[in-house]
């Protein structure tokens, strides 16, 4: 799964990266976040008439049949092998696929059993990042719902929430000991494939949704300060020995 990623490349950065034809935000105003949680607005790129576009979206789709945007809160992720199907994600998957830029993304190392019988398992927290310190590209499906005339949501607009999800599927070697599922990073020969919005070829699309090279990616630990949302600055994404007591 993906719980909490980095975005500290800038719109101006991603657009450049990404071949984008429309931007509809600045880098004014823009502070990296290296702590990405649910609901917050992140950017995308989709395509519009035939045009790339960045734009921001809140994270966790809400379908558009959704009477209440809170099941967004349940759907940051899209498990790929159930797309087609999937009553909350079949839409999307069939014409409003997107791409989520980020600079890298946490999970979560079990290291020890729980201290007390309740208890959760211990982790350490572990930060995963590109090599080449491009920006990554997880493949991304997103919605629109209308929102109620008597209901305010956070982050929408004219009426309207955007919203998005985070696909998933198998891990490669180098996270299948840490998790069971990791976020699919599509490389940039698929990107036009996975974009077109015109493009029904499901089995085609699904095909792309394959886990990332082993050696592109590499990991290490970090400071369980990620833990909270409420930090994120760069010294979270810095190398640490990991904690003692964990193990």
């Known amino acids: 799964m ?40 992140i950017m995308i790129v989709r395509e519009r008439d035939e045009r790339r576009v960045l734009s921001r979206v809140r994270w966790g789709l809400v379908p558009s049949w959704a009477t209440d945007p809170t099941i967004g ?68 499906l997103w919605s629109v719902w209308k929102v109620p005339d008597d209901l305010e949501v956070e982050g929408a607009s004219e009426g309207w929430l955007r919203s998005c999800a985070i696909v998933t599927g198998e891990p490669n070697a180098l996270l299948a000991p840490i998790h069971d599922r990791m976020p699919v990073m599509l490389p940039e020969s698929a990107w036009a494939t996975w974009l077109d919005p015109e493009n029904g070829d499901a089995a085609g699309l699904a095909s792309l949704l394959v886990p990332a090279p082993d050696d592109e990616l590499e990991l290490w630990p970090v400071s369980p300060a990620v833990n909270s949302a409420d930090n994120a600055g760069p010294e979270l994404v810095k190398p640490v020995e990991p904690d003692p007591a964990l193990f």
Not at 3 to 30: H, K, N, Q, T, Y
Not at 107 to 115: H, I, N, Y
Not at 123 to 137: C, I, T
Request: proline residues 8%; charged residues 30%.
């Open 2 to 41: 993906c719980g909490r990623f980095v975005s500290a490349s800038s719109p101006a950065l991603l657009a450049d990266r990404f071949g984008v034809d429309d931007v509809s935000i600045g880098d004014d105003g823009f502070e990296p976040d290296y702590n990405v949680a649910p609901r917050a607005q």
């Open 73 to 140: 809160d349940r759907m940051i992720n899209a498990r790929a092998e159930g797309l087609a199907d999937k009553a909350a994600y079949k839409v999307s998957f069939a014409k409003r696929r997107c791409l989520i830029p980020a600079d890298g993304f946490y999970e979560w190392k079990v290291v020890g059993p729980a201290s007390t019988p309740k208890g959760r398992p211990r982790k350490q927290p572990m930060f995963v990042h590109r090599r080449d310190g491009e920006p990554m590209a997880f493949a991304g």
